[in-house]
């Protein structure tokens, strides 16, 4: 009995050629990798700069996480971005906050964490408004 393989060729499309495109098209689909994210200088106002550019290039944020040294972002997909640079007491880290997104209390920013770690965590709120993609 020969089984009928018809329903998923396409017409005018030799069948290996199409096997290939769609084992290209799969491996394509597979290796799409983000670029690592990082600026590892000391400048604040550079950081802040790398973090307005390269912004476009993560999913909706999710996290920031500021440790002694720098702060990473965390996107919904696991991605991340270090900004070396800008800490728990520098000034910009507010800047950094507000247009991440991040939910935080100005006048206990610069406090140190709360327990033994020596990191501190926001969290992002939802950034697009309620109903944004309705259509009436």
């Given at each position: 009995m020969v089984e009928d393989t018809s329903y998923y060729r396409h017409p005018g499309i030799d069948f290996r050629l199409q096997t290939r495109l769609s084992a290209s098209i799969f491996l394509l689909n597979q290796g799409d990798v983000m670029p690592e994210l990082r600026y590892d200088g000391n400048?604040?106002?550079?950081?802040?700069?790398?973090?307005?550019?390269?912004?476009q290039e993560m999913r909706a944020l999710r996290r920031l996480i500021v440790g002694p040294t720098g702060t990473w972002v965390r996107d919904?997909?696991?991605?991340?971005?270090?900004l070396r640079g800008?800490?728990?007491?520098?000034?910009?880290?507010?800047t950094l906050l507000t247009q991440a997104g991040a939910s935080f209390n100005p006048k206990t920013v610069h406090e140190p964490p709360v327990g033994?770690?020596?990191?501190?965590?926001?969290?992002?709120?939802?950034?697009?408004?309620?109903?944004?993609?309705?259509?009436i």
């Open positions: 400048d604040a106002q550079e950081a802040l700069a790398f973090f307005r550019t390269h912004r919904m997909n696991g991605e991340e971005m270090w800008i800490g728990p007491d520098d000034p910009e880290l507010v033994h770690s020596a990191e501190k965590e926001f969290q992002v709120t939802k950034q697009d408004p309620w109903g944004h993609d309705r259509v």
